[in-house]
């Protein structure tokens, strides 16, 4: 649409090349647009409004996948947790204090700081008993009477048992499945028109070379008539045979099959 209206108000337009479906399209396709809005500017060219006429076609961004509004929600939630880890100290501090300490000054948690406890009290004791209240809570373990940190140690899951049977078939009531045999996928290209699957599977074979599956591709590009070309299935043992041991004419082209997501 943009080309269309700068053709319409100039001549010497740069040249809209349609590009073919690839990995590159949509990069070229930007830089054709940057491209002739630069050449708009230039020639000082008056293009309509472009707007969203649907709304509903615009994707919607959801604030968890804005940075700084994720920053600030994390935020709040460690603000609230903290909260919530002081009132819970806060009550057991409450809790387990003996009547006697009454006079002691208040207990500050979120802090940091070391807790002042009242004068009555030795440094001693005053360490024994901050050590006594906090010692059951995760976030306040301590040191040991050592003065090393726990350890803490990973558990070891066990795995699960397993084992592959090993008796035949024939000597048991039940029956197993045989496991399928590895294959290799392989891509032959070049070849002559009228080459056929049949020619290509017994060629293979007179080297040594097992083909479980082996079907010519779908001709989709006028250029592709020129050659004929084949999904190969080999044996996974005999993939190597393929590209050492077979005497491939001159020009054909042999690559592994690539499986595209």
Known sequence: MLFNIAESKNDNVPRLSPRKA???KRRLDVEDIYGLCEFLDKERIKVPDFVARNLH????????????VRLATTVCDLKKQLEDLRTVVSGITTKDSPPEQSTTSAVDVGSGENVEIGSDRSDGDAQDHTKLLYSELPVFRTKGDDGSWPLVTRKKKE??????????NQQCAIKAVPRAEKSWHIFVGRLSPDTIAEVLTDFLQDAGVTVLKCWPLRVTEEWQKKFAAFHLVVKDTDKDKVFDDVQWPVDVDVRDWVFKS
């Open 159 to 168: 795995a699960p048992r397993r084992l592959v049977g090993v008796v035949s």
């Open 22 to 24: 690839g990995d590159n």
């Open 57 to 68: 076609r615009i994707p919607a961004i959801h604030p968890s996948d804005t940075d700084v």
